[in-house]
């Protein structure tokens, strides 16, 4: 099995798509792509929420992870979404991302139909069980409605090697502290939130995995290399003069401010999937007003 690395800022990419929606924009993927890893990101994280995996058809999902592999050429690793409400379909979605080239699988906790928290151990190690690859968990209740505690988390860790790390979007720093006082460096903790990326880091957190950093790579990335130093006066500065535009990426579902941001950039269509809606108005205002904030107080470089 590769040795991954997950520390530092991997970016949830948002899917391109056509004008209309229907089908994905491969021109503006390979762009996000390459701009991506100009900005120094550690990673890339395609297929999960951001990319509205929920409405992309199985093709399409591998046609997404492939295109990114392509892309990257190994510069950064590459982590797909793969989970989903289905034990069988996430083994299944997990094989064909790694046959596309993908380092590693997301799992998310299975949504709607509310597992217990030994289904969601079990789930998990029947996934470990059949996917010879990495493994980042994928913890955010306000999506999936279930939690996935700190116990199981533990059990899970004792008798899977290839889960490696945690994407954890309860918005609790509580749990994060919690999990580095169970596990220690057994699993890697990765934010899920970027207004708690500093607070998460400050109790053992390793980074975090992005929706912002869409929009604004190197300065989210800049965040994570300043707590990787030990920086967290740097940290600090940078992830305050960051936090407008974090709250904005939420104002309406995501990835839609996301998508708008990028599209004033020039960068893709705002198009997002039903039952999603672009952008309104008011936030793409609020958006280009935190952007125009960032660019005018972030802090310098250290000389």
Do not use: W
């Not at 116990?151 to 509580?174: F, H, S, W, Y």
């Not at 960068?267 to 005018?296: F, G, I, N, W, Y």
């Amino acid at each position: 099995m590769q040795t991954l690395t997950f520390s530092g800022t991997f970016t949830a990419l948002v899917t391109p798509f056509t004008t209309d929606g229907d089908a994905v924009d491969l021109v503006a993927l390979d762009a996000l792509v390459e701009a991506q890893i100009a900005g120094g990101v550690s990673g890339l994280v395609p297929c999960g929420t951001t990319g509205e995996s929920p409405t992309l058809s199985d093709e399409e999902q591998v046609l997404v992870i492939k295109r990114v592999v392509e892309v990257a050429k190994g510069r950064v690793p590459v982590v797909a979404g793969t989970g989903s409400f289905s034990t069988k379909k996430t083994i299944s979605a997990s094989k064909a991302a790694l046959a596309a080239g993908a380092d590693a699988v997301m799992v998310v906790m299975p949504y709607y139909n509310k597992p217990s928290q030994d289904g969601m151990r079990e789930h998990v190690l029947s996934i470990a069980r059949a996917v010879p690859a990495p493994i980042v968990l994928y913890n955010i209740p306000g999506r999936c409605v279930v939690d996935l505690s700190a116990e199981t988390t533990a059990q899970i860790c004792e008798r899977a090697p290839n889960v490696v790390a945690l994407k954890d979007a309860t918005g609790n720093v509580l749990r994060c502290q919690e999990l580095k006082r169970k596990l220690g460096d057994r699993l890697t903790v990765l934010s899920g939130d970027d207004a708690l990326t500093l607070a998460f880091g400050a109790v053992g957190a390793s980074g975090v995995i992005s929706v912002t950093s869409n929009v604004r790579p190197r300065e989210v990335s800049e965040v994570t290399r300043a707590l990787q130093a030990n920086d967290f006066a740097r940290a600090r500065a940078c992830h305050f003069a960051l936090v407008e535009l974090h709250n904005t990426m939420f104002l309406e579902p995501n990835p839609a401010p996301a998508k708008a941001a990028l599209a004033a950039m020039g960068r893709m269509t705002p198009a997002v999937r039903q039952p999603l809606l672009p952008a309104s108005d008011a936030t793409q205002r609020k958006v280009a007003e935190a952007l125009a904030q960032l660019d005018a107080s972030f802090p310098k470089a250290a000389s």
